[in-house]
């Protein structure tokens, strides 16, 4: 979504996404002109009337689970936005809870008493690197 117009998206779509995407990106680009989506998010940037780069997860339940503002300057990590909604999937389906770096077949950890103070015995750091 951005404050582009729709026919700014076809354009960024045909010619500039399908060169990076094969295909294209599998879902539509939105356009929100005037910022009103960007305001409620807090990433309308009225005196340039431009949203600035923000990524949210919302939930099923339409809870913000996570958020990533940055500078226009910065792109964002497509990659590490997938490993979070893979994680946010995998706590969902199984109560378990992912440490930091945390990929599918990993070690996660079970929350409870038993764990706090004791998360290094069942994590080690470079386990987010592997």
């Known amino acids: 979504m ?46 340039a009337g431009v949203d600035i780069r923000g990524r949210f997860i919302i939930d099923p339940e339409g809870v913000i689970r996570a958020m990533e ?25 199984t109560g378990e809870v992912t440490p930091s770096g945390w990929q599918p077949g990993k070690p996660t950890l079970t929350p409870g008493p038993d764990l706090a103070g004791k998360v290094w015995k069942e994590w080690k750091v470079e386990n987010a690197f592997e």
């Open 2 to 47: 951005s404050t582009d117009s729709r026919f700014s998206h076809k354009i960024w779509q045909e010619e500039e996404l399908t060169k990076m995407v094969p295909g294209g990106v599998p879902f539509p680009l939105l356009s929100d002109q005037g910022g009103r989506v960007g305001t409620v998010y807090g990433v309308y940037e009225e005196a």
């Open 69 to 93: 503002v940055l500078t226009p300057e910065v792109g964002r990590n497509v990659t590490e936005m997938i490993r979070q909604l893979k994680a946010f999937q995998h706590v969902v389906a």
